[in-house]
């Protein structure tokens, strides 16, 4: 069954977790291109994305606007708390969300809902929590790789991509 919502976390998922720093103090973060196509996918399957990340980004809402992601939650101590509210809101249990995350912050969400996956760069004890770990490292489009896992799992990857990018 497909989830009716599909939550993230940004840093070490999106990035490498790296903090990048210019010399003004301005915080930097690299995101993959590649991930952009995962959100493609949910929105042309009508599932709605949430951002849920413990740190304050205006780099982040950058990101979540130019994708037209309108759930963005930044500056995050308690997720489960949000992904709860969120639930609440779009009338749904978390046992219909699927999430990705990747680090101790993490794991009350991990456990709450009901598919779970991580990059292969977690640390091990995040790795058993999930239903799955990823191949991608974070920051190498582990996201998309996240979509297209449930997609594929749900037989509807194929159609999509035939449908709206004419591959065969």
């Not at 599909?6 to 010399?23: E, K, L, Q, R």
């Not at 974070?138 to 749900?154: C, K, P, T, Y």
Request: glycine content about 10%; proline content about 4%; charged content about 25%.
């Amino acid at each position: 069954m497909l989830p009716k919502l599909i939550a993230t976390d940004i840093d070490g998922v999106w990035t490498d977790g790296g903090m990048y720093y210019s010399d003004s103090g301005e915080e930097l973060k690299r995101f993959n291109t590649y991930d952009s196509a995962g959100v493609a996918f949910c929105q042309l399957l009508n599932i709605p994305v949430a951002i849920i990340t413990g740190e304050p980004s205006k780099a982040v809402i950058r990101r979540a606007e130019k994708l037209k992601i309108g759930l963005c939650h930044t500056g995050i101590a308690d997720k489960l708390s949000v992904l709860h509210g969120i639930c609440s809101k779009m009338h749904i249990r978390p046992e219909e969300v699927a999430y990705i995350g990747d680090d101790i912050n993490d794991i009350g969400v991990i456990k709450a809902v009901g598919y779970s996956a991580c990059p292969s760069s977690a640390p091990e004890y995040i790795k058993k929590l999930v239903t799955k770990v990823l191949y991608k490292k974070g920051g190498e489009g582990v996201f998309r790789e996240f979509v297209e896992d449930i997609l594929s799992a749900n037989g509807v990857l194929e159609g999509l991509l035939r449908k709206h990018y004419l591959i065969t």
